[in-house]
């Protein structure tokens, strides 16, 4: 290859290039700072969100072993009072999501924009909060936050795959979508 197609190529891929009048820094095509694997940078925004992931299943497991004592459900057993089951099945199910989520936020952090990602994050993270509290209260207080959930979910699977494309049309057809 010359020196014009490493160039071109180079900047198809958003890796490292310096300019002599500022720092170095990783950007894509469009002018948006490059955030994939190998970024020299990870904003602080993204980090605090999963600052945040690591609060969320202790604080529902809390709850549970709280709630254990309250209506003497002992260990293993999963079955007691109604109320009980609420708040146990509510954190079953926070803990069922929580691999999906996590996958979603960085996919979504490191192929479209990592502030997106974050915001994204604190909602989901607020959206099961209430979904906890609105299903260990009853059962139909889970249904408004299930459901901005599952949207916040389907937002970020977007993300994802529009960065996904954005990265791969760049570098196999040199065509930037974003």
């Given at each position: ?73 002992s ?65 139909q ?10 949207g ?27």
């Open positions: 290859m010359n020196s014009d197609t490493d160039s071109r190529y180079l900047k198809h891929i958003g890796t490292r290039y310096r300019n002599s009048d500022s720092r170095s820094e990783d950007r894509r095509p469009h002018g948006r700072p490059h955030t994939g694997v190998g970024s020299a940078f990870m904003k602080p925004d993204f980090a605090k969100s999963r600052r945040l992931l690591n609060l969320a299943d202790p604080f529902c497991s809390t709850l549970v072993i709280a709630a254990r004592r309250k209506y003497s459900v260990p293993p057993s999963t079955s007691g009072p109604p109320e009980f089951e609420r708040v146990f099945r509510a954190q079953v199910n926070c803990t069922e999501y929580f691999p999906l989520f996590v996958s979603l936020l960085w996919l979504s952090g490191i192929f479209f924009h990592q502030g997106t990602a974050a915001a994204c994050g604190v909602l989901y993270l607020f959206a099961r909060y209430r979904y906890f509290t609105g299903y260990s209260a009853s059962s207080g889970r249904l408004a936050p299930m459901y901005l959930n599952a916040v979910l389907w937002f970020m699977i977007a993300l994802s795959a529009l960065g996904l494309l954005d990265v791969l049309f760049a570098h196999y057809l040199g065509v930037d979508i974003l």
